[in-house]
């Protein structure tokens, strides 16, 4: 993977949020129906493949349902297709540092005190 590729990816991560990067990574699939992305903006199989049924320019459209260019879109949908396990990896990694402190719990500068 190079590092314009991750660049893309990671800018795809940081628009979706850790929520719904740990929700894609449950896909199993590679159609719009279940794949990454299907299962990050709806959480369930099949939900992203109706409402696409209606648009013909489909990497434009997630893009501006998520809040990105179609080319963070293409580069998510082709590295999930082609490279899933690099794609997995670097999305571990990413949700590794962009964890998010859950509501009440401490900060680590008042823990440490």
């Not at 990816?9 to 850790?18: I, S, W």
Request: proline share 4%; charged share 25%; with cysteine.
């Amino acid at each position: 993977m190079t590092p314009q590729e991750k660049a893309l990816l990671t800018e795809g991560f940081e628009v979706l949020g850790p929520e719904r990067v740990a929700r894609g990574l449950s896909a199993t699939g590679h159609s719009w129906s279940d794949c990454f992305l299907a299962m990050a903006i709806w959480g369930e199989p099949g939900a992203l493949v109706r409402e696409l049924q209606t648009h013909w320019r489909k990497h434009y459209y997630v893009g501006t349902r998520i809040g990105t260019r179609a080319q963070v879109v293409n580069e998510i949908v082709k590295t999930w297709d082609h490279e899933e396990q690099a794609f997995r990896t670097l999305a571990a990694e990413w949700l590794e540092l962009n964890r998010t402190t859950p509501r009440g719990a401490p900060l680590v500068a008042d823990a440490v005190r």
